[in-house]
């Protein structure tokens, strides 16, 4: 459910642009104008593997041009910085604030602390946080989504097309998060197609060591999986995936793709023809919303969901292939009805 209130919008910038991007590591997309109310627009600072990563913050990015495009203002996106702390997280949000952005958003769970004390400082502005729901504030929206339902259609698309009765699940970190990817893969395949298996392994226990910004550590997690028969291997690893990707096409076998639709992303082009499907969040469409509402003075706050039902996570059909065959096409459909109307309940972990 979306929950609305209506927050006053913070004055002028402060400080120079150029000066806090020297301090964040940033880079900066611009227009060369402000909003309606003499504002700044909307800012996003990446999560670990940064712009270029064909997946979770390019879909970020994607939102913030059309906003951009949209309202015709000042945007900007910012880079992380390797080894990074909380403080730094904050000091880069509130940077973003003080200047006169609004809204903020942090790309990733990981920015839970910084936007709980950021927001507090300047609590005129709002605040956005990707995957996390842990932030009570009345300007901060927490973007979230049902992963485990995408990924329940990964498990059937990948049961219908294995020849094995074997598949892989590479998750790039061992935390909760990216659980719900695993749960909700399994549980798709194991309804499919009882007599598959499916091999996982998270490439790192924390994002610091790589797990979501290594692609020769998901290279290397896909190859083994493979050794081991597997020809249908879904990723849930950030910028690690595209190692993922990379080995499927090299031994001629399925991948899946995550968060964006990966069979399009130019970055991959090379590998298409391996890429059977994506299990997709609308990233973009959730940081598009958020500015959308600052701009019409009616800003989300609270949890935001993004589902099957409202069309924010599901599987991409980009490939020919995928998309002609009838059969996969028709189970894929019959489980998705099945979730929306609850006959299906898919697991989180």
């Known amino acids: 459910m979306r929950r609305v209130s209506r927050l006053t919008v913070a004055g002028a910038a402060t400080a120079s642009l150029a000066l806090a991007l020297s301090a964040c590591g940033g880079t900066s997309t611009e227009a060369s104008s402000q909003d309606s109310k003499g504002n700044k627009g909307l800012a996003i600072a990446y999560d670990v593997g940064g712009k270029g990563d064909q997946s979770f913050n390019d879909a970020a990015f994607a939102g913030l041009e059309k906003a951009k495009k949209e309202f015709g203002y000042e945007t900007t996106d910012v880079e992380p910085t390797e080894g990074e702390t909380d403080a730094d997280k904050t000091q880069r949000l509130v940077s973003l604030a003080k200047q006169g952005y609004n809204p903020v958003i942090g790309v990733g769970y990981a920015y839970a602390a910084a936007v709980k004390e950021a927001a507090a400082k300047y609590p005129d502005i709002t605040f956005g946080i990707v995957d996390d729901s842990t932030i009570k504030a009345e300007n901060v929206a927490d973007l979230v989504f049902s992963e485990e339902q995408a990924s329940y259609l990964a498990g ?75 020809d249908v291997v879904y990723q849930a690893a950030g910028l690690s995936g595209q190692g993922v990707i990379e080995a499927a096409a090299a031994n001629k076998v399925w991948a899946i793709g995550v968060d964006s639709d990966q069979y399009q992303q130019q970055a991959l082009a090379k590998y298409k023809d391996h890429i059977l499907t994506s299990a997709t969040k609308d990233v973009a469409k959730a940081v598009y919303n958020l500015a959308k509402s600052v701009e019409d003075g009616k800003p989300e706050t609270g949890i935001v969901r993004g589902d099957l039902k409202t069309g924010e996570v599901g599987l991409a059909d980009s490939n020919p292939k995928f998309k002609a065959d009838t059969k996969l096409q028709e189970a894929i459909e019959t489980a998705k009805e099945k979730i929306i109307s609850g006959e299906i309940k898919v697991r989180t972990s």
Do not use: C
């Open 156 to 230: 059937v698309a990948a049961a219908k097309a294995t020849k094995t009765n074997t598949v892989g699940f590479v998750g790039g970190v061992d935390i909760p998060l990216i659980h719900k990817f695993e749960a909700g893969f399994k549980q798709g395949v194991e309804d499919t197609n009882p007599k598959a298996k499916v091999l996982s392994q998270y490439l790192t226990q924390t994002a610091e060591e790589g797990g979501f910004s290594s692609p020769d550590k998901g290279k290397t997690a896909a190859e083994s999986q493979i050794e081991k028969k597997a």
